[in-house]
């Protein structure tokens, strides 16, 4: 009879601490210390997996621990259904008192004012039970806290594809000028016409950044671009001020200092997305995965939420 090559008995911890060490970057007091275990019993288990696997998947580094190809050929392969396990069980758990219980929700910088903070409020006073551990990040950071399993949901703007994500709405990107400036008479203006303007735009690495060259480029001009912020609230107080143009979402609510023109043309657009980290999430976390999606339904007759 043919044995069995299979590693026996690899317990699940030490695969989970072996991830936590590759996504702390080596550092086993980090990894240790965000699994809330002492840093001895993880690093007891992890060589008990060396052994067991009879591979190395660590070597020295510095003060910090290198992993090595197969360690990380691992990780990459495990990551995912160790999440899927851990929904599983959780869900499970969850049967009982589906009430109560933690859900970790991301959402963008951009999107801290409006109808996100009014959804979580209305999902709070819905479900009191359910704890909800906030997180405003850029959305390349919200990606990376989905795919490590610190994050169960987000709202990403646009849509990543590395994660298990459904449409809510589309966003509209207007012109927003000064209330006194010239465009501000008109219904529609194009992006042609900004050439000259100063505008105020969101960091490099954003994406409404990125757009916004990329429309500006193909209407034959480099933009401008005088002041830098994160926030479109505070991105709208300074083109209030006269300070710039800017392309940015619509208001949720009317600012009398500006006045938001149409763009002309198709694509003038950004997709707002709900994301998971896993396929199938447990009970308590589909309880707000499912308000999002009938609350957001109003979204795209509004032109999305602020974001």
């Known amino acids: ?100 219980g933690t859900i970790r929700f991301g959402f963008p910088l951009t999107m801290g004012a409006g109808e996100v903070p009014d959804l979580l409020a209305a999902f709070n006073r819905a479900h009191p039970g359910i704890r909800l551990d906030l997180k405003q990040a850029h959305g390349a950071e919200l990606v990376a806290d989905l795919q490590r399993g610190a994050l169960d949901l987000a709202i990403i703007i646009p849509a990543p594809p590395e994660v298990p994500h459904e449409i809510l709405a589309s966003q509209s990107v207007v ?44 209407a034959g001009f480099v933009p401008q671009v005088k002041i830098e912020v994160t926030e479109f609230s505070t991105i709208r107080e300074f083109v209030g001020r006269g300070m710039g143009v800017a392309l940015i979402p619509r208001a949720g609510r009317p600012v009398d200092t500006i006045t938001e023109v149409e763009l002309r043309g198709p694509g003038y657009v950004r997709e707002i997305a709900l994301c998971s980290a896993v396929r199938r999430p447990g009970r308590v976390v589909t309880r707000l995965r499912d308000f999002v999606r009938e609350q957001s339904a109003g979204w795209a007759r509004q032109d999305g939420p602020e974001g």
């Open 175 to 218: 012109a927003a000028v000064p209330a006194d400036h010239p465009l501000a008479e008109r219904k529609q203006t194009t992006v042609a016409e900004l050439a000259g303007e100063e505008f105020i735009s969101t960091p490099a690495s954003y994406n409404l950044r990125t757009l916004t060259d990329r429309w500006c480029a193909a």
């Open 1 to 100: 009879m043919e044995q069995s090559s299979e590693p026996r008995g690899v317990p699940l911890a030490a695969l989970r601490e072996l991830v936590a060490l590759a996504d702390e970057d080596g550092h086993l007091t980090d990894a240790a210390a965000s699994l809330g275990i002492p840093q001895s019993t993880m690093s007891r288990r992890i060589h008990s997996l060396e052994s067991r696997l009879g591979v190395p998947l660590t070597v020295p580094r510095g003060r910090a621990i290198g992993l090595t190809d197969a360690a990380r050929d691992l990780v990459a392969a495990v990551r995912t259904p160790l999440r899927e396990i851990h929904t599983a069980l959780a869900d499970t758990a969850e049967v009982a008192d589906p009430e109560h």
